[in-house]
């Protein structure tokens, strides 16, 4: 019965590499996030999607793409990884611009 | 630029003692939320303020939104070890979609 759901937890990947990091919501919400968390803890908005509007962040490299297949799902595919990309991204959903639900994080790791 | 400072960034302190937390901006925010995280977990909601002047609530927490809407506090009284976690403010602007803000948090270790 968890609300918003991501795998996988953890994953440790070459440089060069593309990966993709799924999240689910069962809470019927209509905008899902996607967040990185670097080492100093700091929470960066990515994305943020519903099913009208994909907003970026200007500054997220275009090696980073986020695919919705439902109103259920956003999936964060990343192409190319860097050393720079190793960190904690979270994904989120609400409904828009009301609280927003975390899901548990997965821990990204490029060697 | 840091549009949400918060500080401090540690605090440390004895069971029992009073502390509070400080989220500052220039920026005008719709909302401000208060988050607390546990390690290998994400983000929990601990409160959303929106009106300017507001004060809530929550056990032995106490947050209160500036009058002007750029600035708020997390007050906790006689903390306990369980408090003990990062604690993170976050602003939403209208018409962003919700997307939010986030200050850059506080770690805060509640020793018995």
């Known amino acids: 019965d968890t609300a918003v759901s991501q795998t996988p937890k953890y994953l440790v990947t070459q440089m060069g590499n593309d990966k993709s990091i799924k999240c689910e919501q069962n809470l019927g919400h209509d905008t899902m996030y996607w967040y990185k968390q670097d080492s100093k803890k700091f929470l960066k908005i990515m994305f943020s999607?519903?099913?009208?509007?994909?907003?970026i962040n200007e500054t997220v490299p275009n090696r980073f793409s986020p695919k919705s297949p439902d109103k259920a799902h956003l999936n964060l595919h990343i192409n190319s990884l860097e050393l720079g990309d190793s960190a904690v991204y979270f994904c989120?959903?609400?409904?828009?611009?009301?609280?927003?639900?975390f899901g548990p994080g997965t821990r990204l790791t490029v060697l | 630029t840091q549009l949400l400072e918060q500080s401090p960034q540690f605090l440390s302190i004895q069971e029992g003692e009073n502390l509070t937390v400080y989220c500052n901006s220039s920026s005008v925010f719709s909302s401000l939320q208060w988050y607390r995280q546990e390690p290998g977990e994400g983000p929990v909601l601990l409160v959303t303020v929106v009106t300017g002047g507001e004060v809530k609530k929550l056990k032995r927490l106490t947050f209160q939104f500036g009058d002007a809407r750029k600035d708020s506090s997390l007050h906790i009284t006689a903390a306990q070890p369980g408090d003990t976690g990062l604690y993170l403010c976050a602003g939403a602007r209208r018409g962003s979609q919700g997307n939010l803000i986030f200050g850059k948090g506080t770690k805060l270790s509640v020793k018995p």
């Open positions: 999607y519903n099913n009208k509007e994909l907003i």
């Open positions: 989120a959903s609400s409904q828009v611009e009301r609280t927003q639900y």
